[in-house]
């Protein structure tokens, strides 16, 4: 494998988000991340960090034209997620 990406949220985002959804609350979601970066150079390995949407298609390009290994790391807002659940309201159904 020559490229990853890894997301980057500082905690357990989808999980957290489901628990405030189901509970009203969530519970050890939240940690630090190890800066990837860092550990990406470390290794020899090229690292791409997406900061914002618009980033993400030339940075993925710059990543896969890069002629060795690189991981990309890409910083993730869950918190729309949130206003996405509201907007739709409670999905019911077979799953």
Do not use: Q
């Amino acid at each position: 494998m020559r490229n990853s990406i890894v997301w980057d949220d500082n905690a357990y985002g989808l999980i957290k988000w489901k628990m405030n959804l189901e509970l009203g609350h969530d519970s050890y979601c939240d940690f630090t991340n190890p800066d990837f970066m860092a550990y990406a150079k470390s290794l020899g390995v090229t690292g791409f960090r997406v900061s914002a949407a618009g980033e993400r298609l030339p940075t993925l390009r710059r990543a896969l034209a890069d002629d060795s290994v690189s991981l990309v790391v890409c910083s993730v807002d869950y918190s729309e997620n949130v206003a996405l659940t509201n907007m739709l309201g409670e999905i019911t159904g077979p799953f």
